[in-house]
């Protein structure tokens, strides 16, 4: 069946230094690719997105590439600060006939040292 | 506007027993979820619906029912609860097209 695989599952980086998480994905079909943080004890929110159309995305820090041909696509975190430690999931939407269906990935935990 | 409210936060059940978790939502979405949660795994799809009086498989469904008789409820219902399924479960509510999933609290359950 369809899978995203994620890595890696902890990360640890100096307050300040970038963080790069990276997924890859089964499903051909797949043509959205969001991504979730889940801070401890909370439920997950949606931080950025990427659209099958488009190859970067920047939302100030945090940008996010896309690569379809390899099915791959990356979280990157510049200038991370202690409030960016959390869980962080990549996700894959694929669009069929019954509407779309989401998978995660297994989570990456992201912890920033002051 | 609440948007999607999950209870309980924390349940223990013993081996065998059944129990419903509850979650409403007002932000009137078509689609929503239930998900799992266990360390090392993600986020898994247990089941899903995409309207009222539909609902589908997800990636775990086993030893799990759910029905979407509203567009606001979807509740999730373990029949006979097994060691196996303790963990956390998430429901969402889910946008038009699937741009962005709010999530309920989450509930955190033990199977003893």
């Known amino acids: 069946g369809e899978n995203v695989e994620q890595h890696p599952s902890t990360l640890s980086v100096q307050e300040g230094d970038s963080a790069v998480i990276k997924c890859t994905y089964s499903d051909s079909a797949s043509n959205y690719f969001p991504w979730y943080k889940q801070e401890l004890g909370k439920r997950p929110q949606l931080i950025i997105d990427i659209r099958s159309n488009v190859g970067e995305k920047k939302d100030q820090r945090i940008a996010v590439t896309l690569n379809k041909t390899a099915k791959h696509f990356s979280l990157h975190i510049t200038e991370t600060q202690p409030e960016d430690s959390a869980v962080y999931f990549c996700?894959?939407?694929?669009?069929?006939?019954?509407?779309?269906?989401?998978?995660f990935g297994a989570g990456t935990r992201l912890f920033v040292k002051a | 506007n609440a948007g999607v409210t999950q209870t309980p936060k924390f349940q223990v059940l013993k081996t065998g027993q059944s129990m419903t978790l509850q979650c409403a939502q007002d932000?009137?979405?078509?689609?929503m979820s239930w998900y799992r949660q266990d360390p090392g795994m993600g986020l898994r799809l247990i089941h899903y619906?995409?309207?009222?009086?539909?609902?589908d498989q997800g990636e775990v469904p086993n030893g799990y029912n759910v029905s979407r008789s509203t567009t606001e409820d979807f509740p999730l219902r373990l029949l006979s609860a097994a060691p196996s399924q303790t963990s956390v479960y998430f429901c969402a509510s889910i946008t038009w097209d699937g741009s962005e999933a709010f999530f309920g609290q989450g509930t955190r359950l033990t199977v003893v």
């Open positions: 996700a894959a939407t694929s669009t069929n006939t019954g509407g779309f269906k989401t998978i």
């Open positions: 932000m009137n979405h078509e689609y």
């Open positions: 619906s995409v309207g009222a009086g539909i609902t």
